[in-house]
Structures are given as structure tokens and as C-alpha cells.
């Protein structure tokens, strides 16, 4: 079987299920507490990656659960189609802010839109970054450093969001 580059959600889903087999939901609700502050996986991207990924060798299917639930295990293939990613260059990062676009056409506003606006995603950072600071608190008392670490990302973001936004310009 030929070697497959895994984009980075099919890698998010391997390194989660090296933690133990688990179903689409498990990994949903694994994904949201472990990389949720800093990344963004829908449940329909799961569970379009979870055949896709059983086809390429790199998970296998547990016994059904309650509900028809389907548990999913990494494979050898898996990790070892993991670890390439991990090693691979981590390429360029897209980078996308729908407040920043808005902000863009800032002209085209009137003042009271473009204030709910800045309203609305301050209270969305400032909610966003009560929560990643609390994942931190959470990882360090695991001991995850390195989760917590990535954790930290997400503080800094929002707080650097929320700088800006408070500095942005008014009508």
C-alpha cells in the first residue's frame, strides 16, 4: 500500500486515538478539550476522515457499542503515518479572521454595526480566553506540559485579539 500524507485533521484524529480507541464522539469530545482552544475540527470532518483513514490501513473498527456506536483504533500503519506527519514540515499556516475582514471594509458600516460588532467579538475572545486559560490550568495538573504548552497558544491569541480590538478604530 503506498504511503499517504495525512492532512492535519486525519492527524489530529491519529494522535487522539493514541490515547485508546474511541468512537466519532469520543474523539469530538477528546478533540474540543485537548485542542479546542487553538483548533478547529467539526464533527462532520471527523467523521468523513474516520473511513477515509480505516481505508488507508491506519485505524480499524472496534466491536459496535450501545447505539451502533463504532469504535476506531489506531493502527502500526497509523502510527508510523503519524509519526511522518509529525517529522514533515509543518508548512504555512492560513490564516483567517472574520472580525479583521469585516473590519477591512470598516467604511462600509454604520457606526452601530461596526460597534455591535467589536462588542460581540470582544465578548467572544474574552469567553474564549477564560476557557483556554482554564484547558492550561487543566493540562499542567495532568502534567500534559506540552499540552499545556500548546494551550498557551490560545491565551496569547485571545489576549492579543482582544488588544487589538479594543484599539481598533471607531466611527
Known sequence: MAEEALNPTSAAVLGLLHEGPMTGGQLMAAASRRLGPFWSMTRSQVYRELPALADLGYVKLGRPGPRASQPYAITPAGKRAFLRWLAAPSG???????????????????????ADAYDEAIQHHTDLLAEAREAVKAAKKEGDTFGAAALEFAVGYHRSVLTWLRGAPRK
Open 92 to 114: 504555512r499556516e492560513q490564516f483567517r479572521n472574520q472580525m479583521a475582514l469585516r473590519m477591512a471594509f470598516g467604511t462600509m458600516h454604520s457606526a452601530g454595526q461596526l
